[in-house]
């Protein structure tokens, strides 16, 4: 709640009104940061089901959404075949780099992009960004930089809360529910 | 214990007494919200073993017990098997029309059924209910619908706290810990 | 620490003094509770590495240890055959029983039994035993009848704590851990 | 934050500066002390990706790091290759001996080693050390010992507080950040 009166200030609400892409770090943003391995190598990563459902509304709202990752896990891929997330990058070290690609190909302005990270390597692409986001667990340098630290942490929801807030700034949200809603009871 | 002077309040001890039904969601409230992805595109599901014995306390007591969940996982299926929940629904978008089912199948009124959920795909289902749960990591639009909100979070006791007060309620609770440890005493 | 001035009470330090055997629950005592599921039916188990350590002192200094759990699993005969824990009773329902054949085979009386339990289930074997400890997550019943409350929950340490208690309280444990280190430093 | 006042002291600081040898326990203190023990016998490990990265940073800046297991772990030794670990002992009962045989090896004194550790054996490696740090779950005879108690716990950022605390002491933090984040930024 560290930075609740300004997050709801006149100039986030117009900040976050420009966000056309809503691109992400996936450790530490997506996960808690957690790197769990397996003896047989294979990687087990653990997502939160309300990131899922806030990057749903996202979609349904019409917004773009990209995953960056620096690693490269199956687990991941797995997880945004499911939630189909148009844009995923792995293995990907320089962030900066995906997310100019992703302001080209759709003709955006920094403006127009929101990033969400939480650490050093992050920092090139949150730089890059018009809207920057920091979960709660992020290291200090990321949130000096960000518009908006989350009060979850990653993998605990900090996604959703930042869904919630852009589609609220951009009174999106109660279309988007009542769409999801309306899918849900489709018989 | 936010709503605790409520939660015991009279109109709820009332409301409690009718359950005859407890329907519940699956990631969120017998998990925490985790959606643990392995490599093999199977996944991984944490159980708390004090939701299991309340539920077995529920079953004892003779009341219907049923899961809803919008996604489909073997784990889920193999932890429903082990508990022997009567009434197991996976891969279902639409809850209401699931909970609506069970009230026509047990010629149930809605305020013979409790429901116990946590974010937005629950809110039908819930609006179904004649009382309504919300664990602690709720969103809050599900807690401002909720007749009480557990003080456990999802997957570390929330529905065993749901399962006491009900029994609580009803006067069941020490008659279904005394079947249940006779059984245990059984030589 | 809520029963921190009671705890160490010289009544409790006497009822400390008589224990020859430590017994305790699996799930919920050793582990957070969680029953983690997989796709494949296998079950994995989260134990903590200090109480694995703090087991191996009461071992050194001649405590007998017992694990009695009222589940099976291969991951906890794995993690006790690792330690050398004596006595494991899997998929037991009647664990008084199985505290009664421990005391009968070892002549001891119920107050050299100190049993450690978390809920219902384990009511029956707690009453047996002549010290009972409860994990800061045990229900209120099981924490009603403890002789003390650990401070850390279960899968964190809890057990550590009554390693650690029971052989201070025996002045067992500067030697425990004098031998326990003198075998690490062994060429 | 307990240490605050001591742990930017003068005297921490010229410590710090002496230190060329980073060395570290694993279970409680790359992980959160957990034992994860599948059914198969496999074990699976949960490290942090910010523990991670901060080990880059010390590589980077030219310092030696070392993890020494008191247990053998197949996904202790991926994470280790993963990392470019340059120094790690499995299965080590004597993790004194180790850091021993690694201060011969690089004709260091002890004063030029820094060591992590969170339990009883751990205390004959961190008498060792020159610099002697404790994660926040460390057990009460091991911070007594240490210069510095971290605020986050074993396995959820612990080691990275070490690594900064070293690099910012050296004053190399900036540039390995420089050299890090480059090597992002090349094309």
Chains 1, 2, 3, 4 share one sequence.
Not at 17 to 36: N, P
Request: with cysteine; net charge negative.
């Amino acid at each position: 709640m560290a930075n609740a009166p300004l997050d709801r200030s006149a100039a986030l609400l117009s900040k976050l009104s420009a966000v056309r892409l809503l691109a992400m770090d996936v450790d530490g943003v997506l996960t808690c940061g957690e790197i769990e391995v397996n003896s047989d190598g294979f990687e087990t990563k653990r997502f939160h089901v309300a990131d899922g459902l806030g990057i749903q509304l996202c979609l349904l709202a019409g917004l773009q959404v990209a995953w960056i990752s620096g690693r490269s896990s199956e687990a991941v891929s797995r997880r945004a075949a499911e939630l189909n997330i148009p844009h995923l990058t792995m293995g990907c070290a320089n962030k900066a780099k995906a997310v100019a690609e992703l302001i080209g190909r759709f003709t955006l302005q920094p403006e127009n992009v929101a990033y969400i990270g939480d650490d050093l390597n992050d920092l090139p692409a949150l730089s890059l960004a018009g809207v920057r986001f920091a979960p709660s667990n992020a290291i200090s340098e990321v949130k000096a930089l960000a518009d908006m630290v989350t009060e979850r942490s990653g993998g605990c929801g900090a996604v959703r809360e930042v869904c919630d807030v852009i589609l609220k700034a951009q009174e999106k949200w109660n279309g988007a529910v009542e769409i999801y809603l309306a899918g849900l009871l489709r018989p």
